[in-house]
């Protein structure tokens, strides 16, 4: 996972900052949270956006964008508020492929 850009909430818009997991005594993951307060969202390289769940399987969004290069997740790495748009970009920290999509329904941007 790159570190030059932090991933936003594809939610709130909210910078994330990173977490380490611990899955089993010798591995854990590295992902993001949101800082909303109640926000439940995260963002892992491997899985994209989801909302962890105590005891269930993680729910892949539908609509992730995916780096054609890499085929990973992209995230949210920039709004511009002005034109609606959500630019993505690829974890991968070499990576140049980004991605814009319209601030999609159900999607609600807080002013
Ligand atoms: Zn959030
Ligand atoms: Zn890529």
Request: charged share 25%.
């Amino acid at each position: 996972m790159r570190t030059d850009i932090l991933p936003l909430c594809d939610k709130h818009y909210r910078t994330m900052e990173a977490c380490i997991a611990p899955f089993s005594a010798d591995y854990s993951i590295e992902f993001f949270r949101c800082t909303e307060k109640f926000c439940q969202r995260c963002f892992g390289e491997r899985l994209g956006y989801v909302t962890p769940q105590r005891g269930t399987p993680p729910v892949f969004s539908s609509d992730q964008p995916r780096c054609d290069s890499h085929n990973r997740p992209m995230f949210i790495c920039n709004l511009d508020r002005q034109h609606n748009l959500v630019k993505y970009a690829c974890p991968e920290p070499s990576c140049t492929d980004t991605g814009t999509l319209p601030v999609g329904s159900g999607i609600q941007v807080r002013p």
